[in-house]
C-alpha cells in the first residue's frame, strides 16, 4: 500500500510544518508495526490549473479521499478503519487537500471518499495539519495506545 498526502501550494518552514512533520514522523514510526506505510507528502504548484496540476499527481490506480467541508463526518476510529480497509486490500490512497478555491469538481467527481473536518472552512494549512494529526491518531487507534482518549 502507498499512502500519499497531496496538497496545493508548498509550505515553508513555521509552525505548521513542525507540526505537520512532527505528526508524520510519528505516523510512519507508528504504522511500521501495523502494515502502514509513511506518507508521501507530494506538493504541487495551483499554476496554471490546480485541477490539472492535482489529477496529473494522483498516483495511478490510487483511491482517492478528497479533505471537503461537504463530505462525510468521520469519527477518528471510522478514520482509522478506512486506513485499515486499504491496508488490508492493498490499495493505495491518496488523500488530497485543495487550494484557496477549494477543489475543481472534476477531482470531487472522481473521489472514492470526502472526509469533512466539520462544516466549517478551514484554512489550507490548518487542514493539512488537522490530516496529519488525524493520521497519526489513526495509527494509535489501530495500535491500541493510549493516545486516542474518547
Ligand atoms: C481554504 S479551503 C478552500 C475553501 C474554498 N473557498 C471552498 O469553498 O471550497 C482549502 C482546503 O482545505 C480543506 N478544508 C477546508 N475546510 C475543510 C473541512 N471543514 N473539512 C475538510 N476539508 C477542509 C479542503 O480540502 C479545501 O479545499
Known amino acids: 500500500m502507498r499512502l500519499t498526502l497531496l496538497a496545493v501550494g ?15 514522523s510519528r505516523f510512519a514510526k507508528a504504522g511500521r508495526g501495523l502494515g502502514l506505510p509513511a506518507v508521501d507528502l507530494v506538493e504541487v504548484e ?4 490546480e485541477a490539472d496540476a492535482l489529477s496529473r499527481a494522483i498516483p495511478d490506480g490510487s483511491a482517492l479521499a478528497i479533505l471537503d ?3 462525510t463526518q468521520m469519527t477518528s476510529p471510522d478514520f482509522a478503519d478506512l ?20 477543489l475543481d ?28 494529526e488525524q493520521l497519526y491518531r489513526a495509527a494509535s487507534i489501530l495500535a491500541g495506545s493510549p493516545y486516542h482518549r474518547a
Open 69 to 71: 467541508e461537504r463530505g
Open 10 to 24: 508548498r509550505l515553508r518552514r513555521g509552525p505548521e510544518k513542525e507540526l505537520i512533520d512532527d505528526y508524520l
Open 83 to 102: 486506513l485499515a480497509r486499504h491496508r488490508d486490500q492493498a490499495r493505495d490512497l491518496c488523500l488530497v487537500i485543495g487550494g484557496a478555491d477549494g
Open 105 to 132: 469538481p472534476a477531482i470531487r467527481a472522481r473521489a472514492d471518499h470526502a472526509i469533512s473536518f466539520g462544516r466549517m472552512v478551514w484554512p489550507h494549512m490548518l487542514a493539512r495539519v488537522m490530516l496529519a
Open 46 to 49: 495551483g499554476r496554471p490549473s
